[in-house]
């Protein structure tokens, strides 16, 4: 296959976007805010201000007694991206749509993303787009979801900074418990930072991560200068317990420069600007003895042998070893994942051939007979996702197709059809997934309180917990005698409700069953 013209650089972010997140304004009326929703380790620019109260707001209307509402969209980010920010938590989150296509079950779990609103910031949402966790602002965030470790489920991420210009980027990656502890953090060897596309754990308690040194190299094969510079992408496992280097596979020891369909462009004549011919976006462990790489650049999966390095077969490209049908055939892809014996899953961008169209792609590969065909694509009218994307098969066959910079990500059922999506993934969301989890932070419930007229307005919201069915307000004339006020379902990631004056307030938060999970503090009015 051949290209008229490059692709975007991903991930893409403007001037504007990556200008400072505004402050909100505060109203006049008294808000008082408890410190909780996150783990310690990311609360440290939030600790002060959670603390702080706010003056009096006058002459306000409070909500009907007694209700539990969401939270609404306050103003957008510096990229223009439509925000949900909350009374008792300082936090925010892309507001996305979420819409049902058609009837049939959903795969069990919640939805991970990791939506640009000038960052890329991750957060677990329900199916109806309530978040149900959200991180702290700081570095951007990447390759969000659910793995195990140690025989835990776990939440892993990549933070780092990006280059938004070649859309790559140098990081870590930070795997969370279920109380949203940093439990690891995974850094690259011989002195280099992972990039943004791939942390993977394995079951051997390594990580595998991709990295993009910049290295002088001859380019004049590509119509470069002798003297130039590329990216030579590096494969790394690294055990996770110890951060040892365990593997370092580079990119330029076994793929030629004649593979990338990648135009040199501008590109190569120096370090500031090296050129990217492979473009690694996925990589995973495949047979004990094997990994699965896709290089975005090259329009290749490669299966590599582990022990020696060397390239066991090539799935599509100019290369391929497989005769490859021509409606298999895939451009630009990320994501490539092993699903069997005899099936690879990928996301195929396509965006630069002459369907115009992106899709979720299943393949039958037939290693003896070295042959590739659809088992079955997922596409949807309109959804192009020119860089980035995900294709992740599900527990009970549906399949979840993230659209990249479409800013959409789609649930299929396995014969195909659209069964649910969601939208308005801030400007764009490198890949998506759907994970069953459990969170039960280890900090207390957040408690809000609004005085004004003859009532009080109590905002509770507890960052990451799940397993909430039902807030209890107490109140009371002191700290130590408080008492039941009123108790109100869930709605959402913060439930606000009425109650009457009184000099103290404290939230509970209940499961199902009626047991108290956690406690905000109490709020002194």
Same mark, same amino acid.
């Given at each position: 296959?051949? &290209?008229?013209?490059?692709?975007?650089?991903?991930?893409?972010?403007?001037?504007?976007?990556?200008?400072?997140?505004?402050?909100?304004?505060?109203?006049?009326?008294?808000?008082?805010?408890?410190?909780?929703? +996150?783990? !310690?380790?990311?609360?440290?620019? =939030?600790? /002060?201000?959670?603390?702080?109260?706010?003056?009096?707001?006058?002459?306000? %209307?409070?909500?009907?007694?007694?209700?539990?509402?969401?939270?609404?969209?306050?103003?957008?980010?510096?990229?223009?991206?439509?925000?949900?920010?909350?009374?008792?938590?300082? =936090?925010?989150?892309?507001?996305?749509?979420? !819409?049902?296509?058609?009837?049939?079950?959903? #795969?069990?779990?919640?939805?991970?993303?990791?939506?640009?609103?000038?960052?890329?910031?991750?957060?677990?949402?329900?199916?109806?787009?309530?978040?149900?966790?959200?991180?702290?602002?700081?570095? #951007?965030?990447?390759?969000?979801?659910?793995?195990?470790?140690? *025989?835990?489920?776990?939440?892993?991420?990549?933070?780092?900074?990006?280059?938004?210009?070649?859309?790559?980027?140098?990081?870590?990656?930070?795997?969370?418990? !279920?109380?949203?502890?940093?439990?690891?953090?995974?850094?690259?060897?011989?002195?280099?930072?992972?990039?943004?596309?791939?942390?993977?754990?394995?079951?051997?308690?390594?990580?595998?991560?991709?990295?993009?040194?910049?290295?002088?190299?001859?380019?004049?094969?590509?119509?470069?200068?002798?003297?130039?510079?590329?990216?030579?992408?590096?494969?790394?496992?690294?055990?996770?317990?110890?951060?040892?280097?365990?593997?370092?596979?580079?990119?330029?020891?076994?793929?030629?420069?004649?593979?990338?369909?990648?135009?040199?462009?501008?590109? *190569?004549?120096?370090?500031?600007?090296?050129?990217?011919?492979?473009?690694?976006?996925?990589?995973?462990?495949?047979?004990?003895?094997?990994? +699965?790489?896709?290089?975005?650049?090259?329009? &290749?999966?490669?299966?590599?042998?582990?022990?020696?390095?060397?390239?066991?077969?090539?799935?599509?490209?100019?290369?391929?070893?497989?005769?490859?049908?021509?409606?298999? #055939?895939?451009?630009?892809?990320?994501?490539?994942?092993?699903? %069997?014996?005899?099936?690879?899953?990928?996301?195929?961008?396509? /965006? =630069?051939?002459?369907?115009?169209?992106?899709?979720?792609?299943?393949?039958?590969?037939?290693?003896?007979?070295?042959?590739?065909?659809? #088992?079955?694509?997922?596409?949807?009218?309109?959804?192009?996702?020119?860089?980035?994307?995900?294709?992740?098969? =599900?527990?009970?066959?549906?399949?979840?197709?993230?659209?990249?910079?479409?800013?959409?990500?789609?649930?299929?059922?396995?014969?195909?059809?659209?069964?649910?999506?969601?939208?308005?993934?801030?400007?764009?969301?490198?890949?998506?997934?759907?994970?069953?989890?459990?969170?039960?932070?280890?900090?207390?419930?957040?408690?809000?309180?609004?005085?004004? $007229?003859?009532?009080?307005?109590?905002?509770? %919201?507890?960052?990451?917990?799940?397993?909430?069915?039902?807030?209890?307000?107490?109140?009371?004339?002191? !700290?130590?005698?408080?008492?039941?006020?009123?108790?109100?379902?869930?709605?959402?990631?913060?439930?606000?409700?009425?109650? $009457?004056?009184?000099?103290?307030?404290?939230?509970?938060?209940?499961?199902?069953?009626?047991?108290?999970?956690?406690?905000?503090?109490?709020?002194?009015?």
């Amino acid at each position: 296959m051949t &290209t008229q013209s490059a692709p975007e650089a991903e991930p893409s972010q403007s001037t504007s976007e990556r200008a400072p997140r505004p402050h909100r304004r505060m109203q006049r009326r008294e808000l008082l805010m408890a410190a909780g929703g +996150l783990s !310690a380790g990311l609360l440290a620019g =939030l600790a /002060t201000s959670r603390a702080m109260a706010a003056t009096r707001r006058a002459g306000s %209307s409070p909500a009907t007694s007694p209700s539990a509402s969401p939270s609404s969209s306050a103003p957008a980010a510096a990229g223009g991206v439509p925000l949900l920010r909350f009374h008792s938590s300082m =936090l925010s989150a892309a507001k996305i749509s979420v !819409a049902t296509l058609a009837p049939g079950p959903l #795969a069990p779990g919640l939805f991970f993303a990791t939506p640009n609103t000038g960052e890329y910031s991750a957060v677990i949402y329900d199916n109806s787009g309530s978040p149900v966790w959200i991180s702290a602002r700081g570095e #951007a965030t990447t390759d969000f979801r659910v793995q195990q470790y140690q *025989g835990k489920p776990v939440l892993t991420f990549w933070s780092g900074k990006i280059d938004n210009q070649v859309g790559n980027g140098q990081g870590h990656g930070v795997i969370l418990d !279920a109380g949203y502890n940093k439990i690891a953090e995974v850094d690259a060897g011989n002195g280099m930072l992972s990039d943004l596309h791939e942390f993977q754990l394995t079951a051997r308690g390594t990580a595998l991560v991709t990295v993009y040194p910049a290295t002088a190299a001859d380019l004049t094969s590509v119509g470069g200068p002798a003297q130039g510079w590329m990216y030579d992408c590096h494969i790394q496992e690294i055990d996770v317990a110890t951060n040892e280097l365990l593997l370092d596979w580079v990119a330029s020891k076994h793929i030629g420069l004649d593979e990338s369909y990648q135009p040199l462009g501008s590109t *190569g004549s120096d370090a500031a600007t090296p050129y990217d011919p492979y473009h690694l976006n996925a990589i995973s462990a495949d047979t004990d003895s094997t990994l +699965l790489l896709s290089a975005r650049h090259t329009h &290749t999966v490669y299966s590599i042998q582990r022990s020696s390095g060397d390239i066991a077969w090539r799935l599509g490209g100019k290369k391929s070893d497989f005769a490859v049908a021509e409606d298999a #055939a895939f451009a630009w892809q990320h994501h490539a994942r092993r699903q %069997s014996s005899s099936q690879i899953s990928l996301f195929d961008n396509h /965006t =630069l051939e002459t369907t115009g169209s992106s899709r979720g792609l299943l393949l039958t590969v037939d290693e003896q007979a070295r042959t590739a065909t659809v #088992a079955q694509q997922y596409t949807r009218p309109g959804h192009l996702g020119n860089a980035m994307g995900s294709t992740q098969i =599900l527990g009970n066959g549906n399949v979840l197709v993230g659209w990249g910079t479409q800013n959409a990500a789609t649930e299929f059922s396995a014969d195909g059809t659209a069964l649910w999506e969601a939208s308005a993934l801030g400007s764009n969301c490198y890949r998506v997934a759907r994970s069953e989890w459990t969170g039960r932070p280890t900090t207390a419930p957040d408690i809000a309180v609004d005085a004004s $007229g003859g009532t009080l307005t109590v905002h509770a %919201s507890w960052n990451g917990a799940t397993e909430v069915a039902t807030w209890r307000v107490l109140t009371g004339n002191s !700290a130590s005698a408080l008492g039941k006020a009123v108790e109100v379902a869930r709605s959402g990631f913060e439930t606000s409700t009425t109650t $009457g004056l009184a000099g103290y307030v404290q939230v509970l938060a209940l499961d199902a069953a009626g047991a108290i999970l956690g406690r905000s503090r109490v709020v002194a009015l």
